[in-house]
T-cell receptor, first 113, second 110 residues
Framework: DAGVTQSPTHLIKTRGQQVTLRCSPKSGHDTVSWYQQALGQGPQFIFQYYEEEERQRGNFPDRFSGHQFPNYSSELNVNALLLGDSALYLC????????????FGPGTRLTVL | SQQGEEDPQALSIQEGENATMNCSYK?????LQWYRQNSGRGLVHLILIRSNEREKHSGRLRVTLDTSKKSSSLLITASRAADTASYFC??????????FGKGTKLTVNP
């Protein structure tokens, strides 16, 4: 049973550039959530996708956008990168109903120079 | 904003000892989850406890929940060097966003 996968593992960008991160959910899951984790902090919720629509959004600017595809995989896009966007970006998948576990991928480490 | 606050921020123990980490949260919850994170990589789900449960066990892990005090604790018994990691509590789950604390960094010395 494949778990949550993310690509790439590491990424280095410069300020002002744009980046796309990818996530494939755990088999059988159709809800994908994205989190940003700064060094030494707990993960912060960015947004959640279900049925190809953004269902919830955290306190992140519009520079952060996403997409979910019919096969439930998802992308996180960040435009006009800032130094402060350097972080570990985590994707989690879950079943949409009830109070269930969210399972996380290994993350993408983004460094903005 | 962070919902859960773990205590202590850092904990160092010897192999074989028990480790206890505490978590406090601010609002009413449906469930609370504990995760482990090794070396800044992905989070591993450890255990979920629902608001109507008071205690739950999984292997060497024991989680308690006190909704009247808005607190939870994670006990790891007979710790091993491989338990060295950061531990996070989080409220929410499923269709709800997870709200994490800052975590407890546990070091188990061989």
């Amino acid at each position: 049973d494949a778990g949550v996968t993310q690509s790439p593992t590491h990424l280095i960008k410069t300020r002002g550039q744009q980046v796309t991160l990818r996530c494939s959910p755990k088999s059988g899951h159709d809800t994908v959530s994205w989190y940003q984790q700064a060094l030494g902090q707990g993960p912060q919720f960015i947004f959640q996708y279900y049925e190809e629509e953004e269902r919830q959004r955290g306190n992140f600017p519009d520079r952060f956008s996403g997409h979910q595809f019919p096969n439930y995989s998802s992308e996180l896009n960040v435009n006009a990168l800032l130094l402060g966007d350097s972080a570990l970006y985590l994707c989690a998948s879950s079943l949409p109903s009830g109070q269930n576990e969210q399972f996380f991928g290994p993350g993408t480490r983004l460094t903005v120079l | 904003s962070q919902q859960g606050e773990e205590d202590p921020q850092a904990l160092s123990i010897q192999e074989g000892e028990n480790a206890t980490m505490n978590c406090s949260y601010k609002t009413s919850i449906n469930n609370l989850q504990w995760y482990r994170q090794n070396s800044g990589r992905g989070l591993v789900h450890l255990i979920l406890i629902r608001s109507n449960e008071r205690e739950k066990h999984s292997g060497r892990l024991r989680v308690t929940l006190d909704t009247s005090k808005k607190s939870s604790s994670l006990l790891i018994t007979a710790s091993r060097a491989a338990d060295t990691a950061s531990y996070f509590c989080a409220t929410g789950g499923g269709s709800e966003k997870l709200v994490f604390g800052k975590g407890t960094k546990l070091t188990v010395n061989p």
